[in-house]
């Protein structure tokens, strides 16, 4: 009995060692099927843009449809890097990497959000990018125009404008206007200054020209067609100012006036 029991002890090990050797060959295959098979791999991928002025199929546009997937493709690994290791070209890839978080301003300044379908059978990648809407353009003093969204961020060159069915504001400031950043170095002087801009229109005040002055002193104008400026501090929004708007066009006459003066809180100086 004890010799048949030592017989079957030796084969132990060499079964062992076979089902060991056969799960390195399952898993290595299955390695191999994920990563280096072409039945993986990516056959079509269909774009489509919300707005016609982003002609992203073409390198006139902001960017090129291979641009939008190395940025993707940059993002995702960043946020589950061992899908670097699968590669873009990949339809898991996409698959497990796709989430609401893809968008680096930095990289698509002009981008909203951007949505990716995946059809794994088919091994087809829809992108739907919605791009964002037009708030405004902003100028340098050399005359160098950008576009900004409506948070204030600078997202695109832009050509300069005249008329005012496009918020044009002129920055008299020398330093970088820079796509993904926003045009002002506080967000709320943003907010006061969009704000304000609102109460002139909503009063028919007809709004020619917009200028940041010296950034230093924290201030900016608004010039009307009558040629009369009203002048604003960055870090607040007038009390009242819409009534305050109401009662100065009933009590004065705007065209033989040079400027409203509104920096300091509570107190209006006028010409």
């Not at 707005?51 to 902001?62: H, K």
């Not at 449809?65 to 960043?78: D, E, F, R």
């Not at 705007?254 to 409203?260: E, G, R």
Request: aromatic share 12%; charged share 25%; net charge positive.
């Amino acid at each position: 009995m004890l010799l048949k029991k030592s017989k079957k002890s030796k084969k132990h090990p060499f079964i062992w060692l076979t089902i060991f050797v056969l799960l390195i060959l399952i898993v290595s295959g299955i390695f191999y099927f994920i990563f280096n098979s072409e039945v993986l791999k990516v056959k079509k991928i269909d774009y489509e843009y919300s707005n016609n002025y982003l002609n992203s199929s073409s390198s006139s546009g902001f960017f090129t449809n291979n641009y939008l997937i190395s940025s993707l493709t940059t993002q995702i690994v960043k946020n589950q890097k061992i899908l670097g290791y699968l590669g873009s070209d990949n339809i898991l890839f996409w698959f497990f990497g796709k989430n609401n978080e893809l968008i680096n301003r930095n990289m698509l300044p002009s981008v909203k959000s951007v949505k990716i379908e995946t059809n794994v059978v088919d091994r087809q990648l829809d992108i739907k990018v919605r791009e964002k809407e037009l708030s405004g353009v902003i100028c340098n003093p050399k005359n160098k125009c950008f576009a900004f969204d409506d948070e204030g961020i600078i997202f695109a060159p832009a050509p300069d404008v005249k008329g005012s069915l496009i918020l044009k504001i002129n920055d008299s400031n020398n330093r970088p206007l820079t796509a993904g950043e926003k045009f002002l170095p506080r967000e709320h002087w943003i907010n006061n200054m969009i704000k304000v801009i609102e109460v002139l229109k909503n009063n028919d005040l007809n709004i020619e020209r917009i200028e940041i002055r010296d950034m230093e002193l924290e201030e900016w104008e608004a010039t009307i067609s009558s040629g009369l400026k009203f002048i604003f501090n960055f870090n607040f929004v007038p009390e009242d100012f819409n009534e305050v708007i109401r009662t100065l066009k009933e009590k004065s006459d705007f065209s033989q006036m040079d400027y409203f003066d509104m920096r300091v809180e509570n107190r209006i100086y006028y010409k």
